[in-house]
Structure formats: structure tokens, C-alpha cells
């Protein structure tokens, strides 16, 4: 009849010491909350997962990856994009202050920063590069696109520099020149298939 409960009113309703009451959460392998400080738990057949393997009881969250840090390593692993703090914070329903400092030198992730912001990756190579790809994709989109000119300049870069970086095609006087930024040129290279892989900090 309760869909939550604490390990304390499990241990009145069953009569039973702590010790044998953890044993039977065991044996019925229940789900632990993975806010309230884990004081919650309920039983295998009430939770309602969604497609990330959450749901929440008014404001007690279950996820089916088990405690925080694996739930979040979990969501970074499988979104299209990486995930930010912030993005995180909206899937869990927690501030991202309360949890960010745990996914440091975490198995598993790797961290870099895209457009002035921290996003976290899965650290399987190609993971990572078709995650990067998508997010930089993303961030293009949003904030700015070449004009004709500019990917003209760009193309002739690539095609007089054989092998040359994102970060001296940046420094070429004649794209100095213009306002374009970094982010716009390297979703560019992205859009057209000309990237080369560019490697994100794992810290």
C-alpha cells in the first residue's frame, strides 16, 4: 500500500531488528532512493521507469543505475550529446552544485569545454567523437553559421594547408580579419564532414 518507505517503518511494520529488516530489503532487491540521502526505498514492481530509467514519488527519485554517481555517469554515457551539469540537474531534479563535484576522475566520462560551458562525455572513443560531433552540431546551430565568404576562406585554408588545425585556421591573417569565431568554423568543418578529431580534456 505505501509506494515508499524508510528502513524505520519497515522495522516497526515487520517487527524485526534493523540487521533482518536490510536483509529482507536485500532479498527483495528494493531500489534506494538516490536523493533524500538514500533514505527511502521501494519494492521492484511500484517504480514506473521512463526511458532513463527514473521515476519519482512526489519528491523522492528512484533511478534503476542505483545511487547518484552512477545514475549520472549512466545519463552522460547514453545521451545523443553529452550532457551538462545543468542537464543533469534537470533529469535528476537536483541542483547541479549538489552532485558536480562527485564526477571528477569518474570511470567511465571524460569532461571538456564546449562554447564556455563543461560538458561531460562517455570516454569510449567513438562514443566521445559521435557525442562531441552532435553537441558541437548543436552549439553551432544555436549561436552562429558562416556566411559564403567565410566558408570560402575556410575551404581555401584546408585545401592550401593540407593537415591544419582548427586553431591555425584561427590564427590565418585573413580570417583574423573577419568576426567569425571558432565555434562557428569548427561546426562548419562538422556540417561538411572536414573535421578531424579534435581531443577534449578528461579533467
Known sequence: RKKVFTLDQLVSRLDRSIPTARLYLKRWGAYTS???NGRYYTLPAVPRFDHNGLWCFENICFS???NLKKTSVYLIKTAPAGLTGKEIGELVRLPPRSFLHHLRDV???RRGKIAGVYV???DVDDRYQAQLARRLRAVADAHESL???EAVLVLRA???HHGITLEEIMALPEIKETDVSAHA???FMIREGLQ???PVSKH
Open 64 to 66: 534503476k543505475s542505483g
Open 120 to 122: 561531460y562525455f562517455s
Open 185 to 187: 568554423v569548427r561546426g
Open 158 to 160: 584546408l585545401i592550401r
Open 107 to 109: 570511470p567511465g566520462i
Open 34 to 36: 538516490y536523493n533524500q
Open 196 to 198: 578531424k578529431k579534435m
Open 147 to 149: 556566411r559564403d565568404f
